[in-house]
């Protein structure tokens, strides 16, 4: 999204398409400030053995921008990222990326499933990413 688009979340999705009503008094009782945490989105999933891509739409329907993405992306005032370059990748993680890029790029997905797997932070993941120059896409929720 543009930010000129910011607020008008509900665009990304047709127009007559509604909210379930589970999921979004979830989303609106754990939102805070409007807004509603990328942990707090994945717990709703977990909470109500749904996808995270439900909560997230569901998100955007009540216009509430999910903020404080776990790879360290987006959702971080007043910076919209905090995550940086890291500094060294060992040989393993960078195998792990590369073996699951499609298309030059690796999925939110991918990279949560690459932490879990080597037992380490996803932002170590995502700040691995950034070192090796390699674009994470398809956000589980839908925010990119």
């Not at 805070?32 to 439900?54: M, Q, R, Y």
């Not at 569901?58 to 990222?81: M, N, R, W």
Request: with cysteine; glycine share 6%; net charge positive.
């Amino acid at each position: 999204m543009t930010r000129e688009d910011r607020g008008h979340y509900a665009k990304k999705h047709p127009a007559d398409h509604k909210a379930n009503t589970k999921i979004a008094e979830a989303v609106r009782r754990l939102a805070s400030n409007g807004e509603i945490p990328c942990a707090v989105a994945f717990k709703i999933s977990h909470d109500l053995k749904t996808s995270p891509a439900k909560i997230g739409i569901t998100a955007d329907l009540l216009e509430i921008p999910v903020v404080k993405c776990q790879l360290g992306l987006f959702g971080y005032s007043p910076k919209k990222t905090i995550i940086k370059p890291a500094k060294v990748v060992s040989q393993a993680l960078e195998d792990s990326i590369r073996d699951s890029m499609v298309g030059g790029r690796i999925s939110c997905k991918a990279t949560w499933d690459i932490a879990k797997r080597l037992d380490i932070g996803k932002m170590d993941v995502s700040s691995a990413c950034e070192a090796l120059k390699i674009k994470i896409v398809s956000c589980q929720l839908g925010a990119f």
